[in-house]
């Protein structure tokens, strides 16, 4: 059964940093590129940032460029996205998804197949 | 960056409706789209790829269609577990986009 499940949420001044976690299981981790995607409160579903299956490339929203950064350990079944320079509309629900690649039709395009439960970050002085 | 128009942002039905959701793209992103149901508390779910591919192990009540700019999710036969908030995003280009959402109530 694929399982994604994230941590590292909690409450964080503005300014400051957080690291998230999602750990999967289930499936062949390295084959397959991955997402972030937030939900602020009362929101709805915004895509933060994407890494290549091998780690190779990386893409991201403009208003986190510079201060989010997408990893992962492929070694550890594990993606990262570490968040400096917290603001307070950076308070969300945040999820890491699966990318599923569907080939039709030509190119290649991909959709989140498999989501985790989410994290909460609240970003409060 | 490829806005996402869902409408209407809110609907209502009952059980055993039928009911539709629209999606507009800002450009043409051929049928690059999905679908997604989200409820409180839960992980989003995959309904729709490719604009009108269903995912496995979703009900085929759920269907899309659309092409280009315009498309369509529509539920036959609404049941209880289907009231919930439905999400469309283009996977065109980065950055990757959804629609504000509809919220399917129950009347």
């Known amino acids: 059964e694929v399982q994604l499940v994230e941590s590292g949420g909690g409450l964080v001044q503005p300014g400051g940093s957080l690291r998230l976690s999602c750990a999967a299981s289930?499936?062949?981790?390295?084959?397959?590129?991955m997402s972030w995607v937030r939900q602020a409160p009362g929101g709805g579903l915004e895509w933060l940032a994407n890494?290549?299956?091998?780690?190779?490339?990386?893409s991201y929203l403009d208003s986190v460029k510079g201060r989010f950064t997408i990893s992962r350990d492929n070694a550890m079944n594990s993606l990262y996205l570490q968040m400096n320079s917290l603001r307070a509309d950076d308070t969300a629900v945040y999820y890491c998804?699966?990318?599923?690649?569907?080939?039709?039709?030509?190119?290649?395009?991909?959709?989140?197949?498999?989501w985790g439960q989410g994290t909460l970050v609240t970003v409060s002085s | 960056d490829i806005q996402m128009t869902q409408s209407p942002s809110s609907v209502s039905g009952s059980v055993g409706d039928r009911v539709t959701i629209t999606c507009r793209a800002s450009?043409?992103?051929?049928?690059?789209l999905a679908w997604y149901q989200h409820k409180p508390g839960k992980a989003p779910r995959l309904l729709i790829f490719?604009?009108?591919s269903l995912q496995s192990g979703v009900p085929s009540r759920f269907s899309g269609s659309g092409y280009g700019t315009d498309f369509t999710l529509t539920i036959t036969n609404l049941q209880p577990e289907d009231f919930a908030t439905y999400y469309c995003?283009?996977?065109?280009?980065?950055?990757?986009?959804f629609g504000q959402g509809t919220k399917l109530e129950s009347k």
């Open positions: 998804a699966r990318e599923r690649p569907v080939t039709t039709p030509f190119p290649t395009r991909y959709y989140f197949d498999y």
């Open positions: 289930g499936f062949a981790f390295l084959t397959y590129s």
């Open positions: 890494i290549k299956l091998d780690g190779s490339g990386t």
């Open positions: 450009l043409a992103i051929s049928s690059w």
């Open positions: 490719a604009a009108s």
């Open positions: 995003q283009q996977a065109h280009s980065f950055p990757y986009t």
